[in-house]
């Protein structure tokens, strides 16, 4: 344990005893829930840890494309290749499956496995909530039953399900269909060899038929909740509702409430986290980071202001809910960027939301031109330009 984290240690452990003699729990600045969460993600020091214990530690990684994990486990880690992420697809240690808020998601197969049911009741949720009436008139496990055997037989695009359930039931919506399918059979996404991993239009698996197993089927949410307060702690329960896509989780904290300690916020807003936790001093040093697209910072509590205002919020997700790639100054997001490829050049360009000191300038163009040689190790000029 490095210097830095047993300060945090000790912090912690002073922290969860002044919370347990203040009733209703000890207040915390956004400051300090800044850092907390920050920890947890990684984001104040690069850890030394492989991609599939970072993606656990993580408690998943939002990954709706193919890129945008790589590049989060880049910024987290202190030695992160490609191929480091590349090899757990391969060996079949990591999966992109659908899970939080039924969108895409790497999960350790461990973690997989084990949550796949809790997370089950939000899929079925986020399902009625996309189809509405459209839902109605179908039969999910018969559904469920020829899709297994569809995909079964060999991995297949998605497309192909729908195709397929059109010319086997014309009077059907297919799409619904398929939808519905989507967030009741547990299915994986079979890695390539391409770039990252994944084509735009990946082949889908059952996960027996891909892992050998099923995930378990219980739908008791103590451990989903125990996992997202390490990675995202302290937090409310409509923190952990917003996250994971599932309603009535108060009733999950209250069986929860004799082994974890209780804060509140600088609203009086109660939240909740593990005692041993890392909860480091607000004063703690935050370096300039860059995040990805999508990346879970930013959209895991339904409160954000611990790493963004609400004015930048709007900035940051577009109206057609797309997750813009974002950069951290001492601990918040404080603008965007993007890369383009030209020919032989790659050139990174950020968009800050304010006017930058020269040392922030500084420090992320040092940052910003580690993340191209990341991104981009062919080129043959790697650009940095504010925007």
């Known amino acids: 344990m490095s210097a830095p984290q047993q300060r945090n240690r000790r912090q912690s452990t002073r922290a969860a005893a002044t919370a347990r003699k203040q009733p209703g729990g000890a207040v915390l600045s956004r400051a300090a829930l800044s850092r907390a969460t920050l920890a947890r993600q990684l984001l104040l020091e690069r850890a030394k840890l492989d991609a599939i214990t970072a993606i656990e530690r993580l408690a998943g990684m939002q990954a709706q494309v193919p890129k945008p994990p790589f590049v989060g486990l880049w910024t987290r880690l202190e030695r992160f290749e490609r191929s480091d992420l590349g090899a757990g697809f391969a060996k079949k240690r990591v999966v992109r499956v659908t899970a939080m808020r039924a969108t895409l998601h790497l999960l350790s197969t461990r973690d997989y496995l084990a949550l796949r049911g809790p997370l089950q009741p939000g899929l079925t949720?986020?399902?009625r909530s996309i189809l509405r009436d459209r839902a109605a008139e179908l039969d999910i496990d018969a559904l469920c039953s020829f899709a297994r055997k569809f995909f079964d037989a060999e991995p297949r695009p998605f497309d192909a399900l729908r195709d397929e359930l059109a010319a086997q039931f014309p009077k059907l919506d297919e799409r619904a269909a398929a939808y519905a399918v989507r967030t009741h059979l547990p299915l994986v996404q079979v890695p390539t060899d391409d770039p990252w991993s994944f084509p735009a239009a990946a082949d889908f698996a059952t996960a027996k038929s891909w892992l050998g197993t099923e995930p378990k089927t219980a739908s008791d949410a103590r451990e989903l909740v125990r996992r997202y307060l390490a990675a995202f702690g302290p937090a409310s329960v409509t923190d952990a509702q917003v996250w994971s896509g599932l309603a009535g989780l108060r009733e999950t904290f209250e069986a929860l409430r004799g082994e974890l300690i209780v804060f509140r916020d600088e609203r009086g807003r109660e939240l909740f986290d593990l005692p041993d936790a890392p909860r480091p001093d607000p004063e703690t040093p935050a370096p300039a980071r860059f995040l990805p697209?999508?990346?879970?910072l930013v959209l895991a509590h339904d409160d954000r202001s611990r790493v963004m205002d609400d004015a930048v919020r709007g900035k940051v997700v577009t109206k057609n809910l797309r997750v813009l790639a974002t950069f951290l100054l001492d601990g918040r997001v404080a603008g965007t960027w993007d890369v383009e490829r030209k020919k032989r050049d790659a050139t990174l360009t950020l968009a800050p939301f304010a006017k930058l000191?020269?040392?922030?300038?500084?420090?992320l163009a040092a940052e910003g031109e580690r993340l191209l040689e990341f991104l981009e190790p062919d080129a043959e000029?790697?650009?940095?330009?504010?925007?």
């Open 293 to 296: 697209e999508f990346d879970n």
């Open 381 to 387: 000029k790697r650009i940095v330009r504010f925007g």
């Open 125 to 127: 949720a986020g399902m």
């Open 357 to 363: 000191a020269k040392a922030e300038r500084e420090a």
